[in-house]
Antibody, heavy 120, light 110 residues
Framework: QITLKESGPTLVKPTQTLTLTCTFSGFSLSTSGVGVGWIRQPPGKALEWLALIYWDDDKRYSPSLKSRLTITKDTSKNQVVLTMTNMDPVDTATYYC????????????WGQGTMVTVSS | QSALTQPASVSGSPGQSITISCTGTSSDVGGYNYVSWYQQHPGKAPKLMIYDVSNRPSGVSNRFSGSKSGNTASLTISGLQAEDEADYYCSSYTSSSFVVFGGGTKLTVL
């Protein structure tokens, strides 16, 4: 059974760097085809794809946020970490991590999400 | 890359069928068979309903079906039920090697 859980601060100040950790079980990020992604959703708004890391350490980023995002993995700890620099109140959102299907680009299993508020 | 275009809302009565459209460009929806659909109930994480345009994950009702024509993908829900009331999002792989979501559609079951 695949599960994912996000963790990190619930409140960050403007200009600070956000670090979120996705801890997963039920699969290995060293298995060919596997990927873990991050998606966010501001309150009352649509989903926004942020970044994805593949089993072979290939990384993809949203073009609009690429300069601010870094995604890394620790296969031994079954964790994926997303950092976002220079946080702004518009970055207030629920942040989800999700397991990517080995084929195609769909997320079949999602974490519960973690709400991050950016405020001074 | 702009978000995919979905109607803000659709509605239908129990037992009816509804279709939600998702319009993109030849650089995303029209160029790849990697369109997915997600259902999201209030306060919950999204749930994958359709992947690769028309494939249903195990456990998803066969009342949900997907299709694509040109730059527009569609999600059809037949035999509408009260529990189908939710927000629905489409997504597509893009030529820039990332994924774009639609703006979401609120489905109301009358």
């Amino acid at each position: 059974q695949i599960t994912l859980k996000e963790s990190g601060p619930t409140l960050v100040k403007p200009t600070q760097t956000l670090t979120l950790t996705c801890t997963f079980s039920g699969f290995s990020l060293s298995t060919s085809g596997v990927g873990v992604g991050w998606i966010r959703q501001p309150p009352g708004k649509a989903l926004e794809w942020l970044a994805l890391i593949y089993w072979d350490d290939d990384k993809r980023y949203s073009p609009s946020l690429k300069s601010r995002l870094t995604i890394t993995k620790d296969t031994s700890k079954n964790q994926v970490v997303l950092t976002m620099t220079n946080m702004d109140p518009v970055d207030t959102a629920t942040y989800y991590c999700a397991h990517r299907l080995p084929v195609g680009d769909a997320f079949d299993i999602w974490g519960q999400g973690t709400m991050v508020t950016v405020s001074s | 890359q702009s978000a995919l275009t979905q109607p803000a809302s659709v509605s239908g009565s129990p037992g009816q069928s509804i279709t939600i459209s998702c319009t993109g460009t030849s650089s995303d929806v029209g160029g790849y068979n990697y369109v997915s659909w997600y259902q999201q109930h209030p306060g919950k994480a999204p749930k994958l309903m359709i992947y690769d345009v028309s494939n249903r994950p195990s456990g998803v009702s066969n009342r949900f079906s997907g299709s694509k024509s040109g730059n527009t993908a569609s999600l059809t829900i037949s035999g509408l039920q009260a529990e189908d009331e939710a927000d629905y999002y489409c997504s597509s792989y893009t030529s820039s090697s990332f994924v774009v979501f639609g703006g979401g559609t609120k489905l109301t079951v009358l």
